[in-house]
């Protein structure tokens, strides 16, 4: 597999100490930095906190120019 796949995680589910299970949850932008974002992981169940993400203007300005690499697969019409 290539290394680059994984450069970028968001969570799907994380453990929620209120509700004492893994559950769902929804990303929020929290602050925007010149050199990073902060993205704050809220429980779906209760909305209380449960994680961060930071996101560097490097990495952001990465999986950009990678979006734009990738190539696009296009439809033969017979």
């Known amino acids: 597999m290539n290394q680059q796949q994984f450069e970028n995680f968001t969570a799907s589910s994380l453990y ?13 932008l929290l602050l925007v930095l010149p050199d990073r974002e902060i993205f704050d992981y809220l ?3 209760c909305g209380s906190s449960v994680g ?13 120019a990678m979006a734009r690499r990738l190539p696009r697969r296009s439809v033969a019409l017979q």
């Not at 961060?52 to 950009?64: F, P, Q, S, Y």
């Open 16 to 28: 929620c100490e209120k509700c004492k299970a893994a559950m769902p949850v929804r990303e929020r």
């Open 52 to 64: 961060r993400r930071e996101i560097t203007a490097g990495e952001k300005l990465m999986a950009e």
């Open 43 to 45: 429980c779906t169940g």
